[in-house]
């Protein structure tokens, strides 16, 4: 059974960085494409960034320049540099495993002063 956990959430301020942390396992990693999403309090959940498992980058066009996601397959784990962070982008932030359609728990982001 596939798992993921998520890490890295916090509060931080307009304009400051968070890096999200997904630890999977039960599954075959290192070939999943894997995603971030998020979604904001009576919102939908939106696509912010996926990865191949070749490393095949996708970035919604409201976080490209400022994103970054990443992959270490040895460790199990995709990331997500967040820069340059907005208000309007506090929500929780899920990790998703594409071949697997399995999501993380997810892990709460706010951008307040």
């Known amino acids: 059974q596939v798992q993921l956990v998520e890490s890295g959430g916090g509060l931080v301020q307009p304009g400051g960085s968070l890096r999200l942390s997904c630890v999977a396992s039960g599954s075959i990693f290192d070939i999943n494409a894997m995603a971030w999403y998020r979604q904001a309090p009576g919102e939908q959940r939106e696509l912010v960034a996926s990865?191949?498992?070749?490393?095949?980058?996708n970035y919604a066009d409201s976080v490209k320049g400022r994103f970054t996601i990443s992959r270490d397959n040895g460790k199990n784990t995709v990331y997500l540099q967040m820069n340059s962070l907005k208000p309007t982008e506090t929500a929780v932030y899920y990790c998703?495993?594409?071949?697997?359609?399995?999501w993380g728990q997810g892990t709460q982001v706010t951008v307040s002063s």
């Open positions: 998703f495993d594409m071949w697997d359609a399995t």
């Open positions: 990865i191949t498992g070749d490393g095949r980058l």
